[in-house]
């Protein structure tokens, strides 16, 4: 009997770049791609506008940035040759649950013309297009380096736009270290743990460092260390289990850009996108959430999420915080293990969000190994948001605590 | 080979003048569908590539369209002037340019349509406050070596 993908998707086209093999004139690997996607668009006649999914070894960004495109799946599957043969598969599984109609595979390598533009290993094998890049190679000479450094201009649109000030936005600060001094594993837990830790005020996250104006250091998150990992089971092996299940009610993915200089409104992310394929998935909207675990790199990345959510309207993004609903004891609790601005940030924020929401709606989110009572909270729904890139891609997931 | 000569900033006072010494910070790698960005900034033009089909510009340079998604595209001269989107103030940076620390960087959009990333000259990095979003901006070049001329914005006196 065949399995429930048997011909649930087919191939519909192939093509390739204008000129292949050994090249007279170097071309990167980005041009590679795109030559070949035009002509695959120009031989179906499926416009390229109309890709809603894209896959490929780690270009998928800059691909739909290139082609100005947000496609509501996106894969970046990157294991050696046999990737594109994985990507079709995945793309099968994508389109026979619904989520896309059209998927993208696409490769693009300049083995050869990278010697001679002296970039071997760049701008090849999952690696983007790096220093060849025309968006790097047109914003590198401008002084940004780390994650503030381009973060802070959209705290001060955001700012602009919405007439907000700065201390708005340290209330997040505050009221995230309230919720990590009740954590015993959160990084700043105490003065003991570590000597910046404890309780702080928003006078304190005011008066703190600058960064990159607006940017004081306590608005901006850690980098520590983490390692974690969640499994996503069926139903029925949930049934099995000594753990509680914790059901995904609902799930969806976007994105607006990879580097800056494309994104339209400096006041908006793609979690507006994201939030509403989760929540239409789900049946469920924002009022029916109980508490948030948003991706909180920087305060204004917490504000702006929680706007797109529908959880705050446009520019009251820092109310929850501010007014204390989102504190703990509040009645809207977001970021109850502390967030990466006081619990950890490794880098990568997402698995963190993922732990923290699957304790909370499975009633284990108090300290297991300490036994201090105080994060655990009583929501029984949760919207789970990450924020990738420069504010770039988002990924929502919408929650639910079994019965 | 005489070192290319380089206009000095010496500040948001905004006093110029020229000397011998290399330029110390990164200087963008030319690609292989750029040539006439570059060429333009030689020359003191700031171009913008153009989709022939649809007429609207994009930036930054692509190999196709990100509108239409034509590749019948060309380059337009632009007339180099703007308006701040937003700014920041950077203070804890990196390599060459820790040394000019702090300094403003910008998004400016372009008379034109479309978007620049830049150093914002002629603003005071102590005063952030002061600095208008919506202010005008002109471009100008600075040369970094012998190919390489980079464009950067400066507010325009109302």
Known sequence: ?403 | MRPATRVVYYGWLGVFGEDLLSYTKPIPRQGTHTKPFWEGARAGKLMLPKCEDCGRVHWYPRHICPNCHSTNLSWIEASGEGTIYTYAVQHLTFGPWKEEAPYVTAYIDLKEGERMLTVLRGVDPEKPEEIKIGARVQVEFEPADDDTHIPFFRVVEE
Not at chain 1, 168 to 183: E, F, G, Q
Not at chain 1, 334 to 361: C, D, K, V
Request: hydrophobic share 40%; aromatic share 6%.
């Open chain 1, 1 to 403: 009997m065949p399995g429930s993908l048997y011909k649930a998707a087919a191939i519909a086209g192939a093509a390739e770049a204008n000129e292949i093999g050994f090249l007279k004139e170097p071309v990167t690997s980005l041009q590679l791609h795109i030559e070949a996607i035009k002509n695959l668009s120009d031989q179906t006649g499926i416009p390229i506008s109309r890709i809603d999914g894209v896959f490929s070894t780690g270009w998928s960004t800059e691909l739909c940035e290139h082609l100005g495109i947000t496609p509501k799946y996106i894969d970046t599957t990157a294991v050696g040759g046999c990737s594109f043969e994985m990507h079709v598969h995945h793309a099968l599984a994508a389109i026979y649950a619904g989520i896309i109609d059209i998927a993208l595979v696409s490769h693009g390598e300049n083995g050869h013309s990278a010697n001679q533009l002296g970039g071997r290993g760049v701008g090849n094998y999952a690696a983007g297009a790096g220093q060849q890049s025309p968006a790097f190679e047109m914003s590198m000479a401008y002084g940004l380096g780390s994650a503030p450094s381009n973060y802070a201009h959209a705290m001060v649109r955001h700012m602009h736009r919405y007439g907000t000030s700065r201390e708005d936005y340290a209330h997040i600060a505050k009221v995230s270290r309230d919720w990590a001094t009740l954590n015993p594993r959160a990084a700043m837990y105490s003065k003991e743990k570590h000597p910046f830790g404890g309780p702080i005020t928003a006078e304190q996250v005011e008066e703190s460092r600058v960064i990159t104006w607006p940017l004081t250091i306590l608005h901006c998150c850690m980098v520590t260390d983490h390692g974690g990992a969640v499994f996503v089971v069926s139903p029925k092996v949930a049934a099995g289990l000594k753990t509680k299940p914790v059901w995904i009610a609902g799930a969806g993915e976007s994105m607006s850009h990879g580097n800056m200089l494309q994104m339209e409104d400096f006041t908006k992310t793609s979690a507006r996108h994201s939030a509403e394929a989760a929540y239409t998935m789900a049946g469920l909207g924002p009022a029916d959430m109980e508490m948030a675990m948003v991706y909180d790199s920087f305060t204004i990345t917490a504000a702006m999420t929680i706007e797109m959510l529908g959880l705050a309207a446009p520019g009251e993004g820092h109310l929850p915080w501010k007014d204390g609903r989102a504190a703990p004891g509040g009645a809207f609790p977001i970021n109850t293990n502390g967030g990466g601005l006081s619990f950890n940030h490794s880098g990568m924020y997402g698995m963190p969000l993922l732990i923290e929401a699957y304790r909370q709606l499975s009633g284990t989110a108090e300290d297991g190994v300490h036994g201090d009572p105080g994060k655990q909270t009583s929501a029984r729904t949760c919207v789970v948001n990450g924020t990738g890139g420069s504010l770039s891609t988002t990924g929502t997931l919408v929650l639910i605590a079994d019965d």
